[in-house]
């Protein structure tokens, strides 16, 4: 059995969440520093056994590139240099910070500096929740 990582890639921070191993169920997992992203990504995918990675892809609402989105596309071809027998798989990631900030609003958590990147791994499993849907 394995999981599925998924990965909301921002110019800072990049937020996590795993599947469960049958794909039935998904959690934000963490963030990590784009700075530590190689050093702290195998550790991670050993962890979870993880066989994929579901990465959001920015885009706009009538689905062409925005201006992050080649940005996001230069990032991952380096995970794929990095690991080049490792399936990567993208979602469009259209909304998923305000649907992860609502979500997170409604679990009542007060989103401060301190813990902004719980947004980020939210919308990370938003990504892999929409790439399961």
Do not use: C
């Not at 990675?53 to 080649?70: A, C, M, N, R, Y």
């Amino acid at each position: 059995m394995h999981y599925l990582i998924g990965l909301d890639i921002g110019e800072k921070r990049i937020g996590v969440a795993v599947s469960d191993s049958m794909g039935l169920g998904v959690r934000a997992h963490s963030t990590i520093d784009v700075e530590k992203f190689f050093e702290e990504l195998p550790a991670l995918l050993a962890e979870y056994n993880a066989k994929e990675i579901v990465i959001g892809l920015p885009k706009h609402k009538d689905g062409t590139d925005s201006e992050q989105t080649q940005k996001v596309r230069n990032f991952v071809a380096k995970i794929a240099e990095a690991f080049p027998d490792m399936p990567l798989h993208f979602e469009n990631e259209i909304l998923t910070s305000s649907e992860a900030k609502s979500r997170l609003k409604n679990r009542g958590v007060k989103i401060t500096e301190a813990n902004k990147g719980l947004i980020d791994s939210e919308a990370a499993a938003i990504i892999l929740e929409q790439y399961f849907a």
